[in-house]
């Protein structure tokens, strides 16, 4: 961040903080393919404090949420008890530093997904963690619409299975190259469609890296920016699919420890019968996801290295996604 935005933004903070605010250091934090995410020591009104900025990329996906859509949705799941970091200021002119942000308290731990893989697997699984990821769902999933203040999600779908498949052939068709096995797993998705249920408010990442942790709490819910209304299920199963356990392919719940105590934390509204259909359409969605991500780099408009490699996890998810057709018409999970 150049000295000019800097000078900015701290004129920007202390007029929205309503008191005088001088930062200390600005750092930019290591993940966040989409977003920035700024850490921010500051002082005001003579105390410290620690504040993450988060702000958009040079490019960014068509299903990200904006900044402050997304900030929206951090002031109603914090309201509502989730743990996540505590929203306090939103800026949508985008002079003040290049593009629309805002801002949240710093808090402690770690969601470095591969550190916590590591940790869960040498203790053979952290079952309290995983207890604590069903607990936060829930929560989650206790907002449904109508809401007035997430009304920029719009209407939510009549059936989620059945929106998801179109929502995918689309991007599919958009993108212009063949992918057989996504659409075979599509298929399969529609051969196996659910009874549709009440939507709820969806994070959509709810998976290792967007979970910070200590010990074997949740210290925050990250990266509100998929969010959408759906299947509760479908939270359940993207943190479950193989693609996020990080070579831990026996903890099914990201990883980190068994399927069954997310379940037990998450309560009686969790149906395991309904997870394999997501846990299929989870690792669809990640490799259309990454798919993108690997287009984002070819067109120019944002060349990354990791928005390169992450273009050639979709043969490994191309495996995935046969393997779990084929447990998906034998009925198991």
């Known amino acids: 961040m150049?000295?000019?935005?800097?000078?900015?933004?701290?004129?920007?903070?202390?007029?929205?903080?309503?008191?005088?605010?001088?930062?200390?250091g600005a750092s930019l934090l290591s993940g966040g393919a989409i977003q920035q995410n700024w850490a921010l020591s500051v002082t005001r009104g003579g105390g410290a404090e620690e504040w993450v900025l988060r702000t958009d990329n040079a490019a960014t996906l068509a299903v990200s949420l904006s900044r402050s859509e997304e900030y929206a949705l951090l002031r109603a799941v914090f309201a509502a008890g989730v743990t996540v970091p505590e929203p306090l200021f939103c800026c949508d002119d985008a002079t003040i530093i290049g593009a629309p942000f805002f801002v949240m308290r710093r808090v402690a731990g770690t969601a470095t997904a591969f550190r916590l893989a590591k940790?869960?697997?040498?203790?053979?699984?952290?079952?309290?963690?995983?207890r604590h990821a069903g607990r936060e769902m829930a929560r989650i999933h206790s907002i449904a619409p109508p809401r007035g203040d997430l009304a920029f999600l719009g209407t939510p779908p009549a059936d989620a299975g059945i929106e998801f498949i179109r929502a995918m052939r689309e991007r599919l068709d958009a993108a212009g190259?063949?992918?057989?096995?996504?659409?075979?797993?599509?298929?399969?998705?529609?051969?196996?469609?659910?009874?549709?249920?009440?939507?709820?408010?969806?994070?959509?990442?709810?998976?290792?890296?967007n979970l910070m942790v200590q010990g074997h709490a949740i210290t925050a819910v990250l990266d509100w920016e998929f969010a959408a209304w759906g299947d509760p299920h479908a939270d359940l199963g993207w943190l479950c699919a193989p693609c996020w356990r990080f070579g831990n392919l026996a903890l099914e719940a990201g990883g980190l420890g068994p399927r069954a105590p997310l379940l037990e934390g998450y309560g009686p509204g969790a149906d395991p019968a309904r997870l394999p259909f997501w846990e299929l359409a989870g690792t669809i969605r990640w490799a259309v996801i990454a798919a993108d991500q690997g287009a984002r780099h070819l067109s120019g408009q944002e060349r990354g290295l990791e928005l390169a490699l992450t273009a050639h996890i979709i043969p490994e998810l191309e495996l995935d996604i046969l393997r779990q057709v084929e447990a998906l018409g034998a009925g198991s999970a």
Do not use: K, Y
Request: aromatic residues 4%; contains cysteine.
């Open 119 to 130: 940790q869960a697997a040498a203790m053979g699984g952290n079952a309290e963690l995983v």
């Open 177 to 209: 190259t063949p992918r057989p096995v996504l659409e075979w797993g599509l298929s399969a998705l529609e051969r196996n469609l659910l009874p549709p249920l009440p939507p709820v408010l969806c994070h959509n990442d709810f998976r290792t890296g």
């Open 2 to 24: 150049d000295e000019t935005r800097r000078t900015a933004l701290n004129a920007w903070l202390s007029q929205a903080a309503g008191a005088a605010v001088e930062i200390g």
